[in-house]
Structures are given as structure tokens and as C-alpha cells.
């Protein structure tokens, strides 16, 4: 039946173990089907489980919880005809473009002549004839990709993944693609019934996609699931491509809000608030420690700036088009912004606060006096860094005290970007000076002579109800 689901996920939770026994949610408990006959996009903030998410779906890892069913019948009992394609390329530099794609086939253990003409005849269809024996380091980055394509198409999938694959490439290539890419799927040149795009880009989801689904993150839940019914070719200037544009950058950006498209009756919409956990699932323990976005001192500047020259107001989808930026990008600067107080946003705006406006207009030492005043009253690391600093009589601490912190509430990876994050902000305040050989933090003349923060419990966010006298608080 057409209505019937070739992947569906049925109570799925991904969680990995910690060294004292707890275990971090990474995928919150989760339903997911992928129907065919649609492109399906997946959308959400780095690091909020897209990834993770297509892995399981595909069948690369097993949930913690759950069950992945394929046409209806458990995943480990059948042998999904799925294939990926990656952001990296990831094609071996010792083999031919032809031989990059028959390699699928020959795990496979299909005949020599029979995967010779299929790969042969799916490099004609990405428009790779005539590169059949180049080696990898003789393409272009875009034409790598085509490879990665014809690699994936050759073993004639029913799903096809895609795992963010025109991020890697610059915006013509990219664009140029991505047309290539629809014009296979509607002219159905391409053997698969379904493609599943892991995307960051707002755009291109809305320009390829039947049906989008934005992810929350800590951990990954589905804030919103709905179709695009949007004729193709669309164009990015009509006024319904824009408002579903609007639609998922306050989804993505104001998290805590449940928000509606002004006509759910054309779009098939579905908005998913965000919620606990189902009834019978057993208890997991996720990360509630404040998160700090991944955005430097200089890009928390360069926006403050920027939103300042403009009159302190915004539209964001606006701002994110004239800086030719990707929602990934400029993201988790406005977390930042809104994070220290600097800005806030509301309906799709971005509005400068009255400390934001101070701080563009300040000189070079007046801005860390800002920031640090910012950063020791809403940045909960920092604030402890500090609290701690102060207490010892040497005024210094080993770095892996925080690690140790951060290790029980993040994963590896994540540990190392929060504290990167916390040094790039914490030096630019002057609130400590870090050396790295040593792998001390030592607090800084100017902070000894400032009166103490007010201590704050390991798990302290600032909450997005305070208000300050003359603006709007910022929703953390």
C-alpha cells in the first residue's frame, strides 16, 4: 500500500552510560515514520541529534530503547535497502571514480559485468561520463559529491539518506546541485521511493522537501512535522515560501513557545510542543546544566553591532540573508546575544536591549567590563569559575576540576566545545587568564578587585520570565 511506511520508529530513546552510572539522553522518546513517494528533511540546531537520528533510522545503530521496523517487520529480522550519502565525501583515494561506485556492489557480491554496467550507467546519470577513470583528488569538490551520489543510487536503495551533503560545498556548487538532485527525484531518474536529508539549512529544506520535521534538542524531541505542499520548481520569493521560512526560525529559535502556521488546512501541519515522557517509559537521566552556544566573543560583537547600525530591530530571516548565513551559523551567535542580555527575540524579530546598545556603543575596555558583567550574571560556569577562584588562596585551579563538572553532564566531544566556549569567553571578561601548558586557570587582577557574583547552584539557568525595568528579558 502507498500509505504504508517503509521505515517506522516506535517509541525510540537513544542514551549512552556515564562513569558514575547515569546515562545522557540524546534522542528523547521518539515515533518516526518515513513514508514513500516524499523527500523528507530533517532540521534542528548543531548538535541536537539529527545525526544520530538518521543512524538509527537507517540502522547503522540500534536505539537504547524501541523499535525500527522495516515494511512492517522488525529491523533485525530484515535487511533494510537503504544507502547514505555523506557530508564528507568519504570516497577511497586509491580507487577510480568507477571503481568508487562499483564498490557497494562488489560487497555485495555482484558480478563483475553486471556492476560495471549499473555503476557505469549511474555516473551517465549524475553526469560523470567521461570522468569514469579520475581519481578522487582530481575532482572538485562538487563533482565528488556527484560520485558519492552515483555510489549511493547504484545499489538502487529504497530509502536514500543523506547526511547533510551540500554543507561541505560552496553555495553555486551547492545550488547547482541541489537542482540536479530534485530533477532526478521529479523526473524519477533515480531508483529510490524516499530520500531522508539530515539539512541545517532552512532554505533548502523548504526548497526540496515534501515534508519537514525540526528537531528540539537536550535531547532530541520533534517540535514540529509538517508537509510542504508547494508545487515545484518553488520560488523563494513567494509570500508562502517565506512564511514557512518565518515559521521554522521561530520554531528553531524560541524553543519554549508553541507556534502555528496562520493556514495548518494547506500545509498538512502538525506541531509537536515539547513534552515529557510517554506513560510506562522508564526515567532517563538528561543534561539540565546550562549550554553554552558555540559562538565566539567576535561574533557576539559583530551581530550587537550590526543589529545597533540598524536601528536595534531585525527581522532574522532578513539579518541571516543579507549575511549570507545559514541558520547554523548565525544561530548560535543569537543564542549568545540573548544568552548575555545583549538581545531578545520575538515573532521572527531580533530587538536589541538597552545593555546590547551600551555595549556597541562602548570603547574596547568599557565592552569587557560588559561582557564580564553580562557573562558573571548569566553564564553559569563562569559564575562558578569565578565563586571558586576567589576561595582559593592561590586564586588559581587546575582546568580538569570544570571538565570533571561538564563530564557529568555532556558527551566527550560536547565536554571540550563548552569549555573552549568558556575560555574564549571568560579571557576576553578578564575574569581568569588560562594557560594551557599548565592547564591552570588563574583569576585576574581585575576580577580580585571587583566585589563577588552572586553564587549559583550547578544547574542554574537564568530564567526567561525575569524582567529587567526597561526591556524585555532575553528567553534563554
Known sequence: ????????????????????????????????TIEPGKIIALLGA??????????????LSLPTS????????????????????????????WLTV??????PLEARGVAAVERRKRALRMLDTVGLDGFETAYPKELSGGMKQRVGFARALVVEPEVLFMDEPFSALDVLTAENLRGELLELWLNKKMPANAIFIVTHNIEEAVILADRIVVLGRNPARIRSDFNVRLSHPRDRKSARFVELVDYI????????????????????????????????QAPVKSSRYQILPHARVGGVAGLVELLHDRGGREDLFRLAEDLVMDVE???PILEACQLLG??????????????????????????KVLFRKAALEHVTILKQIDSILRRKSDHSINEEFFRDVLDEHFSEDEVQRQFETAMNWGRYAEIFDYDRESGRLVQTEVAQNEPAAEAAPVAAVPRPDEKQE??????I
Not at 548538535?47 to 540502522?59: F, M, N, V
Open 1 to 32: 500500500m502507498a500509505s504504508e511506511p517503509i521505515i517506522e520508529a516506535r517509541a525510540i530513546e537513544k542514551s549512552y552510560p556515564q562513569p558514575d552510572g547515569t546515562r545522557i539522553q540524546v534522542v528523547g522518546l521518539t515515533d518516526f
Open 46 to 59: 548543531s548538535g541536537c541529534g539529527k545525526s544520530t537520528l538518521l543512524r538509527i533510522l537507517s540502522g
Open 66 to 93: 524501541g523499535a525500527i521496523f522495516w515494511h512492517g517487520k522488525p529491523l533485525g529480522s530484515e535487511s533494510p535497502n537503504v544507502a547514505i550519502v555523506f557530508q564528507s565525501f568519504a570516497l577511497f583515494p
Open 98 to 103: 568507477l571503481e568508487n561506485v562499483e564498490a
Open 249 to 280: 526560525y521561530k520554531i528553531m529559535t524560541e524553543p519554549d513557545v508553541e507556534h502555528t502556521l496562520p493556514d495548518p488546512e494547506s500545509t498538512g501541519e502538525i506541531v509537536v510542543p515539547p513534552g515529557g515522557l510517554k506513560k510506562g
Open 329 to 331: 551559523d548565525l544561530l
Open 342 to 367: 545583549f538581545a531578545w527575540l520575538k515573532e521572527g524579530d531580533v530587538q536589541l536591549s538597552k545593555q546590547g546598545a551600551e555595549f556597541a556603543d562602548a570603547d574596547i575596555q568599557a565592552r
Open 470 to 475: 526597561s526591556t524585555p528579558a532575553p528567553k
